[in-house]
């Protein structure tokens, strides 16, 4: 090692999130002129460096290896070489392994240059409709029931736009339990942005439910829900009817009749002789 070699410079560039014309002119140049590029999957980026006739080396840094791959790739930005980090879309260090590469590299002393770009969260919240002059973003929900009930709680109170992302397989759930905790409120669901099947959808979760039993969900999603307000404040009432809905969102997700009772009922923190009563309620009607 070169104990008098200038330290490189970690450069953060944003890449497309599905149109690859989505790219700055900046990023392009930084990807030339780097000794490497760091990828979250090189099979991913090696599309985007081939229609740009960009032919910089490249090394993986994802989930899996961040903790072997993050110091190795800090001792060459302090031997000298310039370093850009990517990840699969967006902006690297959101909702991916990119922001601890950042933190070692900041307690390393070492420069960190942004080079802005697509975002999926900013893409969703600025055509959603919704109000954009103070939005809270959650990245993924959590899967674990305690964390994932304190942040549906939350979101009960929260006055500002909240953002998040979801995936196919866990849309419907989530769109139920958001029901179940903050009310029908309005919400956009963004489906494939930039992409050739891109979909925005708004309306009440009731009718982004509606329209997901009868269009399996695809894709990944960006979701923006409307922040609790005076058309808000009052609790979501659990009725009969709101239990019969949730059960039957479960159902659509491949639950038996059992299952998706018992479901509805850890969700919300009932019993299940609850629930299954306001279903026996809602069929005898």
């Given at each position: ?31 030339r ?13 090696r ?6 006739d ?76 919704l ?98 307000n ?56």
């Amino acid at each position: 090692m070169n104990e008098d070699a200038k330290p490189g410079s970690l450069y953060l560039c944003a890449t497309p999130i599905g149109n690859l014309e989505d790219v700055t002119l900046r990023a392009l140049r930084i990807m030339r002129e780097v000794s490497l590029i760091a990828a979250e999957d090189t099979r991913h980026t090696r599309k985007l460096l081939s229609r740009y006739d960009i032919h910089t080396p490249l090394t993986s840094y994802h989930e899996h290896n961040k903790r072997e791959k993050g110091p190795k790739l800090v001792a060459q930005l302090k031997e000298g070489k310039d370093i850009a980090l990517v990840s699969d879309a967006g902006t690297p260090g959101i909702s991916d392994p990119g922001q601890e590469l950042v933190l070692l590299a900041v307690e390393e002393g070492l420069t960190v240059i942004p080079v802005p770009g697509a975002s999926a969260v900013i893409a969703a919240l600025t055509s959603s409709g919704l109000s954009t002059g103070r939005f809270a973003f959650e990245g993924f929900l959590p899967r674990v029931r305690k964390e994932r009930n304190k942040v549906l709680n939350q979101i009960v109170a929260e006055e500002r736009t909240f953002v998040f992302y979801e995936s196919p397989q866990r849309i419907m759930k989530t769109l139920q339990e958001i029901l179940t905790f903050a009310g029908d409120r309005n919400i956009v669901v963004a489906r494939e942005l930039t992409k050739v099947h891109e979909e925005i959808l708004r309306g009440q979760i009731s009718q982004i439910i509606e329209h997901f039993r009868g269009h399996s969900p695809k894709g990944e999603f960006t979701v923006v829900l409307d922040g609790r307000n005076d058309k808000t404040k009052e609790l979501p009432i659990r009725s009969s009817s709101d239990l019969y809905k949730m059960v039957t969102g479960y159902l659509v997700q491949g639950f038996d009749k059992k299952g998706a009772i018992k479901e509805t009922a850890r969700t919300i923190g009932i019993s299940k002789k609850e629930v299954y009563s306001a279903v026996l309620e809602v069929e005898n009607k």
